[in-house]
């Protein structure tokens, strides 16, 4: 990592990867905002890590420009999703659509937005998205929410383009099935769990904060375009995952 690199900005900071990432860069010793929307989950997190709590929805762009006004960020990482619904398109709510949309990546793309320009000219910066194996192959009932992160993932390859010979990196890390909150909307009568992660050994939050703790780690002439990472037990399209039995 660059010995220059002072700040952070993790969103979906209360649960699930966002929550695992904020500790482990607090321990790098960078200062942390952690912008997410549950204000008691906030103030433990602040009160445990010494993170700096920014309570925002990731669409309020103008909330989060003005906790952050003057301030130089370093790292960006662009965490916070929603899977909301697993219904088929034409069954799919049209508010789903644009929630989805408007959070998995006209979210990250505005927060880019606010913090680019001051990496440009410092001539530092690394650009981090939690991407995933939904926007890389096919799944059932999940058309938008893959839709909006392939979008990502593209928005990603175009923006290494247009920061050539500005030092900013940009990594999309990739993963399968990571033992989260995000399906919790998604599968009705709160039976994610159950259908989910009992008896398989999905991915845990700590190990995508490894793996961004791994990318932001090496030098900064070398840049971790993307990495995809899948549970062991799980194939990548179609959701195909077995379980283990030892």
């Known amino acids: ?15 699930g990867i966002g929550k695992a990432i904020v500790p482990m860069l ?40 003005e906790a952050l006004d003057g301030v130089a960020v370093d790292v960006l990482v662009n965490n916070a999703g929603i899977l909301s619904t697993r219904a088929a398109f034409p069954d799919m709510d049209p508010a789903e659509i644009d929630a989805m949309i408007d959070i998995n990546l006209k979210a990250p793309m505005h927060l880019t937005r ?13 650009l981090i998205y939690i991407g995933s194996s939904g926007g890389q192959a096919p799944y059932p009932s999940m058309s938008v929410y893959g839709a909006s992160k392939a979008g990502l993932s593209l928005f990603c390859d175009n923006l290494r383009c247009d920061l050539l010979g500005s030092s900013v990196r940009v990594s999309e890390i990739v993963p399968g099935r990571v033992q989260t909150a995000l399906y919790r909307t998604s599968i009705p009568g709160n039976q994610a769990n159950a259908v989910l992660y ?7 939050p700590e190990n995508i904060a490894q793996i961004v703790h791994d990318v932001i780690v090496l030098p900064v002439h070398v840049d971790v375009a993307r990495i995809e990472v899948f549970p062991t037990d799980q194939a990548t399209g179609g959701g195909t995952m077995v379980k283990f039995e030892a």
């Open 114 to 126: 606010m913090v680019l320009p001051g990496m440009v000219a410092r001539k530092r910066g690394h």
């Open 198 to 204: 009992d008896g398989y050994r999905p991915i845990q």
């Open 26 to 65: 607090r321990n790098r010793g960078l200062t942390v905002y952690a912008v997410g929307r549950n204000e008691a989950e906030l103030a433990a997190l602040a009160a445990s890590t010494g993170a700096i709590a920014v309570q925002a929805d990731v669409r309020d762009t103008a909330r989060i420009a």
């Open 1 to 15: 990592m660059s010995d220059a690199y002072r700040v952070a900005v993790v969103t979906g900071a209360t649960s």
